[in-house]
């Protein structure tokens, strides 16, 4: 033992001011309690003090010590007691919740050590306190802190994943398990597996920048398969997290489901899209309404006038005959617009499953006579399993336009081909219409193909509405159509059929 040991032992012992220097500086107060049947407690001064009792009223009074100490505190201490006593361990430690004068609550840590007399019976307690008020305040704060976040976090259906600086999994919470049906097994696997293959490069670059600019959140919506293998969308915030060594060490991930939001804006912009459509539709549709019916009404206004002004019987039957003409014209030109107005307010139509090499068969069947008459050799490469959601009265009038094309405009120097293949494309069924007839000008023509009274052969049958109705019906199918021509070579329509009903 140190002399400076032996000799501070020495003045505790022959001057109380040590001792009380001690206590008074360091505790907020001491315990010395009998345990013999007297069960009589005493406290320090500054017991009292730093519950804000005056010292002199409370000594060992025992309503003093019911107001500072609860029954219930008591009692844990009593368990404590007897417990140390017990194992003969004789000391513990406890926290003990005290009440103050003014009500308030004070947290006391009390190291209790249990004294023994000359029979090496216990009969008396020490029992030496600290103030850990503050230090307890901030831990239940920080409890209910946690506890209050962590049910928002429950609630909001939050995502918190963590993975080291490779992208492995290092945590991951329920919530993500439950609704990705995954367990603990993805721990040190990679992350970047579980999104989709599309997003996998969106995630790449978001995790970059993770690196670039470290403790800054990064947003970004990915897809990954849920537990029912349905793909969800999910919006992510990363953050790069720094080590020790100044280097990012791990991925802060927290997500949440935004599959609702993405499809309502995915179903806004195929609405937009469509109304765009309808829009031009609709303005084209008033052009030829203004030029048609004004070039008509401004021909039978000029017939009329020259019918009143006949000289004679023969020159009034002469306009007669063109006043007649003109009104069989005028007459053609509703029935083209009707049909075209039918077109558009059928959109809606019901769909139903048709196979597609059923359907090509019976149109190339009802067709047979001119093919004959053509010589057109056929090649039919749709397998018998290949069906379109379709609206069967669309379908037709799509392959009976598309085929009939390939009769009126084959090749008038080589023998007449045609082809028709189906394949898978994304979300999509295509029937290609492939000949070698006489092709399209696609330099000029191709932002007029599909237009209304566009025609580009010299056929005087052709009323240049076909191919307009034929992407009216596919796009009124949520589908879309493709033509790909050369002049003398031939002409291959794509006519795109969605799966998505």
């Not at 009223?57 to 009593?78: D, G, L, R, V």
């Not at 006391?108 to 307690?125: F, I, S």
């Not at 290092?170 to 293959?197: A, P």
């Not at 002469?318 to 959109?347: C, P, R, Y």
């Amino acid at each position: 033992m140190s002399y400076l040991e032996q000799e501070l032992r020495a003045l505790q012992a022959s001057d109380e001011t040590v001792f009380d220097f001690i206590q008074e500086s360091t505790l907020a107060g001491l315990w010395y309690w009998n345990l013999t049947g007297d069960q009589e407690k005493w406290a320090t001064a500054k017991f009292w003090r730093s519950l804000d009792y005056e010292p002199d009223a409370q000594f060992n009074q025992a309503a003093a010590w019911k107001a500072a100490i609860s029954p219930e505190e008591e009692t844990a201490t009593a368990e404590y007691i007897a417990t140390s006593i017990a194992d003969h361990t004789y000391s513990f430690d406890q926290v003990v919740q005290a009440t103050c004068h003014d009500g308030s609550t004070m947290w006391l840590h009390c190291w209790g050590l249990v004294l023994r007399n000359n029979l090496g019976q216990p009969h008396r307690l020490l029992g030496v306190l600290v103030d850990i008020t503050r230090q307890r305040n901030e831990e239940i704060s920080a409890q209910e802190v946690a506890g209050h976040y962590g049910a928002i976090l429950g609630n909001q259906s939050v995502y918190i994943i963590r993975t080291d600086a490779r992208g492995n999994y290092t945590y991951v919470n329920d919530f993500f398990y439950e609704r990705f049906g995954l367990d603990s097994k993805i721990i040190g696997t990679s992350s970047l597996m579980s999104i989709i293959e599309e997003d996998r490069a969106k995630c790449l670059v978001t995790v970059g920048l993770c690196f670039e600019e470290p403790n800054v959140p990064h947003q970004v919506i990915l897809r990954k398969p849920y537990h029912d293998n349905a793909v969800k969308s999910n919006h992510w915030e990363f953050k790069g997290i720094v080590g020790s060594n100044g280097e990012v060490v791990e991925i802060q991930c927290v997500g949440y489901d935004v599959t609702l939001l993405v499809d309502n804006l995915e179903r806004s912009k195929q609405l937009l899209a469509l109304t765009n459509q309808q829009n031009a539709r609709l303005q084209n549709f008033a052009y030829i309404i203004s030029h048609n019916i004004r070039s008509h009404s401004a021909n039978l206004t000029a017939l009329v006038k020259f019918l009143q002004n006949a000289t004679d019987e023969a020159q009034a039957t002469m306009f007669l005959e063109m006043l007649k003409t003109s009104t069989d014209k005028l007459a053609e030109t509703i029935i083209n617009l009707n049909e075209i107005v039918t077109v558009n307010n059928m959109g809606l139509q019901p769909k139903e499953m048709r196979g597609l090499r059923q359907e090509v068969s019976r149109t190339l069947e009802a067709m047979n006579v001119l093919i004959h008459e053509s010589q057109l050799t056929v090649t039919l490469n749709i397998p018998e399993e290949v069906t379109v959601q379709v609206v069967p009265a669309y379908l037709d009038s799509i392959l009976l336009n598309l085929l009939s094309n390939a009769i009126k405009y084959r090749s008038a120097s080589a023998s007449p081909q045609l082809t028709l293949d189906s394949y898978r494309e994304g979300d999509y069924t295509v029937l290609s219409v492939a000949d070698n007839g006489r092709g399209i000008d696609m330099a000029r023509n191709h932002n007029k193909i599909f237009g209304m009274y566009k025609t580009f052969h010299d056929n005087e049958d052709a009323r240049g509405l076909g191919l307009f109705i034929v992407k009216n019906q596919i796009e009124a199918m949520n589908g879309k159509i493709e033509v790909a021509s050369e002049v003398g070579v031939g002409t291959t329509f794509k006519v795109y059929f969605s799966e998505i009903v």
